[in-house]
């Protein structure tokens, strides 16, 4: 079956600081893959995707690439805010399953001032 | 565009109570999901609908779950009787599309804790 795996947090870091959180999958056909965010007190929203290949996906600062030859989706951003202190979970889905999500255990990112 | 809507927000039962949660999704979505989240993991799919009819509910411990999407709109997710181990956020999402890396939109869930 499809899974992912993500690094386990915290992850603590000082404002501007660099950010990377690593995601790995295995899956049965070629998925899509996404990053979702959920900050503080509110639902989950995506924060990018990639559908295919070498494709990056970016938002808000983020960005991630997808690397189908080490089945890996790492999510980075250069230069951190106390704004982006929320919880990340990396993401897969494959159309021919009905585009359900199966998720990481999420990452937990704590950004100091 | 308003949101995905649940309710209620939270709730506390005693085991072996019953509990129903509601959902409403976003207007034009046909395809709606019931994920479990339990603390300090990432969401599971509980049961989906495409329309008002299931798609996937291999993961649903339908001897005390259920599901039922009215006239393809809201939904309702049913526990009965209730255990400990059932505690976790139930989070709603609808999506509009079936095509690949169609995006899901989520509710901000419903906190159940089972006493």
């Known amino acids: 079956g499809n899974s992912v795996t993500q690094m386990e947090g915290p992850v603590t870091l000082s404002e501007e600081a660099f950010l990377t959180i690593n995601c790995t999958y295995t899956?049965?056909?070629?998925?899509?893959l996404f990053w979702y965010v959920q900050y503080p007190g509110e639902g989950l929203q995506l924060l990018l995707k990639?559908?295919?290949?070498?494709d990056k996906g970016s938002n808000k600062g983020f960005e991630a690439t997808y690397r189908k030859e080490t089945t890996s989706f790492h999510l980075e951003k250069g230069s951190v805010q106390v704004s982006d202190s929320a919880v990340y979970f990396c993401a897969l889905s494959e159309q021919a399953a009905g585009n359900k999500l199966t998720f990481g255990g999420g990452t937990r990112v704590l950004v100091k001032p | 565009e308003a949101g995905v809507a649940q309710s209620p927000r939270y709730k506390i039962i005693e085991k072996r109570q019953s509990v129903a949660f509601w959902c409403n999704p976003i207007?034009?979505?046909?395809?709606l999901y019931w994920y479990q989240q339990i603390l300090g993991q990432g969401p599971k799919l509980l049961i989906q609908?495409?329309?008002?009819?299931?798609?996937?509910d291999s993961q649903l411990p339908k001897d005390r779950f259920s599901a039922e999407r009215l006239k393809g709109v809201d939904s309702t997710l049913k526990i009965q009787p209730a255990k400990l181990e059932d505690s976790a956020v139930y989070l709603c999402?609808?999506?509009?599309?079936?095509?690949?890396?169609?995006?899901?939109?989520f509710g901000q869930g419903t906190r159940l804790t089972v006493v």
């Open positions: 609908f495409q329309n008002n009819g299931v798609v996937d």
């Open positions: 999402a609808s999506s509009f599309r079936r095509d690949r890396g169609t995006e899901a939109f």
């Open positions: 207007s034009g979505h046909a395809t």
């Open positions: 990639a559908t295919k290949a070498d």
């Open positions: 899956a049965t056909g070629y998925p899509s």
